[in-house]
């Protein structure tokens, strides 16, 4: 209902007295301008007071008592007067009206000018993204338990006080009643903060310094005094917290609504798909092991494998060959009359050893120890072992007899193999 000047894109207007200026968002959404803001700046040699103006600003209208109160402190916060000031304003926000009341009729000037990327808002969105998926593991650090209390403690002074005083509050229910009304007012209070944070910088720079400082401070001392969190069931809710604090964050640095909804629904299904992503993960590499070709390995055996297995395997021969030989089908009688000793073959089938102890007495004696079959091994080992030094000088006559030593070991081990 006010004659107010419309703002567009790179202008620059100058004016006398009292105005009003409004901005009306464009509706076409594009992608281009996800990060992108208008900086509206006001300049003037003198001072002067800049006053937002929205349908929200008369307090007999509001339909809620939070409404009321948020207009009531909306009038309480009402910045001081300045030389210069600027606003952001989103692409896709709400239409933007404010007045100009200087206080001598001097020129001031209002420009606007685009801004594609905006760093606050870009920030914003990957901050909540990073805190969405690390969520699990922060809510578990100590560093970040403190940190997390310093800022809980400047931004909402109210809910920290009240969970430092949780004990001290017999009834749940009244726990949680105090609890809402101090997170609304903690993010109204957030709200006015953000909106006039450019004023209280320049305005009341030395308080403001002096409130972060001292409630930081405190807020450190009683979060140590607490300590972390140890149950599972308090880093859950903590957890919880910090991805809904992530999708608020993500909501704030987009200026299109319908892409942060995007994103947080993306967010959603990747955490809940993490599971069945990673057993279908885990069934696939048991599938690809599965079918995949195996390579063949070689072991080579130690000397005591390879005895062991002899006797092993001579064993388990000797037992077939006893049953093929009882089998009804085996030509027994052709097999007897092939026979040298049928009397010890027969003896061998019923179960007795192959091998008599004549045969073994005189097996131990030939080459067990002492015999004349390790002596001769010794005897060679040791003549190799002097053929080898450089420092000992080699004749035929030596030669011919590890030639004889040769000859002669090579006729017990014929003897055995018969």
């Known amino acids: 209902g006010r004659n107010c000047s419309f703002l567009q894109e790179m202008d620059v207007i100058q004016k006398r007295g ?5 901005y009306v968002q464009n509706r076409t959404f594009h992608l281009q301008y996800i990060w992108s803001t208008l900086q509206v700046k006001v300049n003037s040699s003198e001072t002067f007071r800049f006053e937002p103006i929205s349908e929200k600003s008369n307090c007999r209208n509001s339909e809620t008592v939070f409404e009321f109160a948020a207009c009531a402190v909306q009038v309480f916060w009402k910045p001081g007067t300045s030389t210069e000031t600027s606003i952001s304003i989103k692409q896709y926000g709400e239409d933007i009206c404010f007045k ?21 808002l870009l920030f914003l969105f990957v901050a909540g993204i990073f805190l969405f998926h690390f969520a699990n593991s922060l809510s578990r650090s100590t560093t970040f338990f403190y940190l997390s209390g310093i800022i809980l403690g400047v931004l909402a002074l109210l809910v920290f006080v009240l969970l430092t005083l949780k004990r001290s509050i017999p009834r749940h229910s009244t726990f949680w009643i105090l609890m809402s009304g101090c997170w609304m007012a903690s993010l109204y209070f957030i709200y006015c903060f953000k909106e006039n944070m450019q004023w209280l910088w320049s305005e009341h720079r030395t308080y403001l310094l002096g409130y972060f400082l001292a409630v930081g401070i405190t807020s450190f001392a009683i979060c140590y005094q607490h300590g972390p969190l140890t149950t599972e069931l308090s880093i859950t809710l903590f957890t919880w917290m910090l991805q809904l ?14 892409v942060a909804y995007a994103v947080i629904a993306v967010s959603l299904c990747s955490k809940g798909l993490g599971y069945p992503l990673g057993a279908a993960c885990h069934i696939g590499r048991k599938m690809k092991n599965h079918f995949k070709s195996k390579k063949l390995v070689f072991k080579y055996l130690t ?19 006893r049953s093929f030989c009882r089998n009804p089908d085996f030509p027994s009688w052709l097999a007897v009359s092939k026979l040298q000793s049928p009397h010890r073959f027969a003896g061998f089938v019923l179960g007795f050893p192959h091998v008599s102890p004549e045969e073994a ?5 030939e080459y067990g120890i002492g015999s004349f079959f390790l002596e001769e091994q010794l005897f060679e080992t040791r003549a190799e072992s002097e053929q080898d030094d450089p420092a000992n000088s080699i004749h035929e006559g030596d030669e011919e007899d590890e030639g004889e030593i040769h000859q002669q070991i090579a006729f017990p081990y014929a003897t055995e193999l018969l």
Do not use: W
């Open 245 to 258: 604090t992530a999708f608020v964050l993500i909501y704030c640095g987009v200026t299109i609504p319908q």
């Open 100 to 120: 100009i009341q200087p206080f001598k009729t001097e020129l001031y000037t209002v420009s606007v000018k685009r801004e594609m990327l905006d760093g606050k």
């Open 303 to 321: 000397e005591e494998e390879y005895r062991e297995q002899g006797e092993r395997e001579t064993i388990r021969a000797l037992e077939e060959l």
């Open 18 to 22: 009292e105005n009003c200026f409004c």
């Open 361 to 365: 007495k005189a097996h131990d004696e």
